[in-house]
């Protein structure tokens, strides 16, 4: 009893003494679950003095209605892009003349990719990557192509798609060789029979397949390139593929928000954030594609001569990301709610 | 009968909770109200005029622009409808000879039991239900132990199909069924079942004239508890039935996420409240009465 209460004494000075020798100040991460290496933001504490706090979302929209709705507190978010493009457009985002900050040289202009902010003023473009397939080659063999991959259902192998109307509907847009931004109702509609055909060899629609995959009892999953963290550690057993036909990306850039209380710290980090080494830690743990130009040949050669984490120019020309659709996103959610609905 | 320091005293125990419900309950249930009857908002949220489409959208009429005539929602609708019965009498045939034994016990081993039966409270219930991925799942605990034991030779598969979403929903909703069936088991005076068996009643006699009668008002209790939250829930829809079995609660979590369609979501928990309002009337008029007047 003794020992515990000294423990709780020492405990709670200790959190009083830390809070005050980090008086430099707060920064308020509101980020994607494992979505940066903490040990990123714990090298940022220890040079600049200024404490983190971190909060997750799981969507794009979870954030931007929490934004809407008035949350406040938070500084920095890292939305997908086209879901910065609204959240600018929607007035939520302070410009934080990123493009004039120190180390701003080491970001690379092909991830400039924002339709509204094209010079890159608002926000900092973070990572990036395609989603390709996921899969366990002792029950899929070696796969190329999509085709591939719808081929495994008629051997008793199972797949899955992901929970997600833009990725899934992609993939058929993609196939039936239309934009994945398309809004033309025929497009739409042959993504929709093309999905339809497919439903019954779709084991499920699940973001959760990892352990799944691993033990086999899903041949392949179509899924994000953060699978190469599972495909270096088993390449024996597992691999990860960007089908041939191409596939969707996506990226996400840091923005600071209107309302941030810290927007000194936000820069801060911006410029921490941008030196080559910090951005290539990152994608150590991440096993992504970085903005940063000069962080890639820091890294080691697993992941720079990863055609999948650094995929070629040419590869990378048949990746699609996603726009805004504003209200045409509307005949996107109806067919997917079809495709899930049919029996 | 009532005098009025009765009153004041009554008045002064009720104003917190009706308060509480007016705010926390009454608003909430407004502002979804109101919203189900205004247009959507490109980027959520809602613009203020009036718009009839959403409720038209539920029996699958369209609005020329965006829909296509498509009484999809109904069909989801009754899907889960169809779910959520099979769940209750799925609960129902477990729990009940469970609390019929359980009633049985010794006051000492009934409280320890029913313990038990809330224990996965305590643990958050994504994690439970993950844990049933590893069970279901061709490579788990279920069909590993099958396979060992003998008893079958291929692995079985029944992780995403709706065996699996049945049985994550009746595996969270079993302490719902079971602690009203109990209860009103426990009451159960046992004169009446020694007055049959005087009478000359066989067991099943006595079981389906004296005992099913008597606890009737702990099966519509259970009933009811479990067939809301069946017809509304979508964790296990998404990851036991593998997203592939939609039902009416995704609906509507796509309507407020991905679609961003709040009217929408809205006009659709309207239409679920106002079955399950119809539902407990039913309820309260023909069981809930006859138990007050026992």
Same mark, same amino acid.
């Given at each position: 009893?003794? =020992? ?11 959190? !009083? ?5 980090? =008086? ?23 040079? /600049? ?8 979302? *799981? ?43 120190? #180390?701003?040289?080491? !970001? ?51 797949? /899955? ?64 390139? $953060? ?20 596939? @969707? ?6 923005? &600071? ?82 495709? %899930?609905?049919?029996? | ?10 008045? /002064? ?8 419900? $007016?705010?926390?309950?009454? *608003? ?12 959507? #908002? ?17 029996? *699958? ?27 209750? *009498?799925? @609960? ?25 039966? @809330?224990?996965?409270?305590? &643990? ?12 279901? %799942? ?61 009478? #000359?009643?066989?067991?099943?006699? @006595? ?12 099966? =519509?209790? $259970? ?8 017809? #509304?829930?979508?964790? &296990? ?48 008029? %023909? ?8």
């Amino acid at each position: 009893m003794h =020992a515990i209460l000294k423990f709780a004494i020492a405990f709670a000075s200790a959190l !009083i003494i830390s809070q005050s020798a980090y =008086a430099a100040g707060q920064l308020n991460v509101y980020n994607w679950g494992d979505y940066i290496n903490p040990e990123v933001l714990t090298r940022f504490s220890e040079e /600049t003095g200024i404490e983190v706090s971190l909060d997750t979302y *799981g969507t794009n929209e979870e954030m931007l209605a929490k934004i809407q709705s008035g949350a406040t507190g938070y500084d920095i978010v890292f939305p997908s892009v086209h879901m910065r493009d609204i959240m600018q457009k929607l007035g939520l985002l302070h410009d934080a003349k990123v493009n004039t900050l120190n #180390g701003f040289e080491n !970001i690379d202009p092909a991830n400039m990719i924002s339709k509204v902010d094209p010079e890159s003023s608002f926000c900092l473009p973070y990572a990036w990557g395609a989603v390709g397939i996921f899969y366990n080659k002792e029950e899929a063999g070696e796969l190329k192509t999509w085709d591939d991959f719808f081929a495994l259902p008629d051997k008793g192998k199972k797949i /899955t798609m992901l929970d997600d109307l833009r990725e899934t509907i992609g993939v058929a847009l993609i196939k039936n060789g239309h934009s994945v931004n398309s809004t033309d109702g025929d497009a739409l509609k042959q993504a929709e029979a093309w999905l339809l055909e497919r439903k019954d060899k779709i084991s499920a629609f699940s973001y959760d397949i990892v352990s799944l995959v691993q033990a086999g009892d899903i041949a392949a999953a179509h899924w994000y390139v $953060g699978a190469t963290l599972y495909t270096l550690e088993e390449p024996d057993k597992l691999g990860f593929v960007i089908p041939e036909e191409g596939a @969707t990306m996506y990226q996400e850039d840091i923005c &600071v928000l209107k309302d941030a209380p810290n927007k000194d710290s936000a820069i801060k980090f911006f410029e921490f954030y941008m030196q080559p080494e910090i951005a290539a830690l990152n994608t150590l743990q991440q096993v992504n594609g970085t903005a940063n130009a000069p962080a890639r040949d820091l890294l080691p050669p697993e992941l720079k001569a990863n055609p999948n984490t650094n995929p070629p120019p040419e590869v990378v020309a048949k990746l699609q990301i996603f726009e805004d659709l504003g209200n045409d996103l509307r005949m996107y959610n109806r067919v997917w709610t079809k495709v %899930r609905t049919a029996q | 009968m009532a005098t009025k320091r009765d009153l004041r005293s009554l008045s /002064t125990l009720l104003t917190p909770s009706t308060l509480f419900l $007016g705010v926390f309950f009454l *608003g909430p249930l407004a502002v979804m109200v109101i919203f189900s009857f205004l247009e959507p #908002g490109i980027y959520g949220g809602v613009v203020w005029n009036f718009y009839h489409w959403n409720y038209g959208r539920i029996l *699958g009429w369209a609005d020329g622009e965006w829909e296509d005539f498509d009484p999809v929602y109904i069909d989801i609708f009754l899907r889960s409808v169809r779910l959520a019965l099979t769940n209750v *009498g799925i @609960t129902l045939l477990v729990c009940y000879p469970a609390a019929l034994w359980v009633s049985g016990l010794s006051v000492r081993w009934r409280t320890f039991v029913v313990f038990i039966i @809330t224990l996965p409270f305590f &643990v958050s219930l994504v994690v439970r239900l993950f844990c049933w991925v590893l069970i279901l %799942r061709p490579s788990g605990f279920l069909s590993t132990s099958l396979m060992g034991l003998g008893i079958i030779s291929e692995p079985i598969d029944i992780i995403y199909t709706e065996t699996a979403v049945l049985i994550g929903m009746a595996y969270i909703l079993l302490p719902f069924m079971f602690l009203p069936l109990y209860a009103s088991i426990e009451k159960l005076d046992h004169s009446l079942l020694e007055a049959s068996a005087d009478l #000359g009643a066989n067991p099943f006699q @006595t079981f389906w004239r004296v005992i099913l009668p008597c606890t009737l008002p702990g099966i =519509a209790a $259970g009933a009811v508890l479990v067939f809301i939250p069946s017809l #509304g829930n979508f964790i &296990v829809p998404d990851l036991l039935g593998g997203a592939k079995v939609m039902m009416i609660g995704n609906l509507i979590e796509q309507q407020f996420l991905s679609a961003r369609n709040w009217p929408f979501g809205s006009a659709l928990s309207v239409m679920i409240m106002l079955v399950m309002f119809m539902l407990i009337v039913f309820y309260l008029r %023909r069981i809930g009465r006859s138990e007050i007047v026992r």
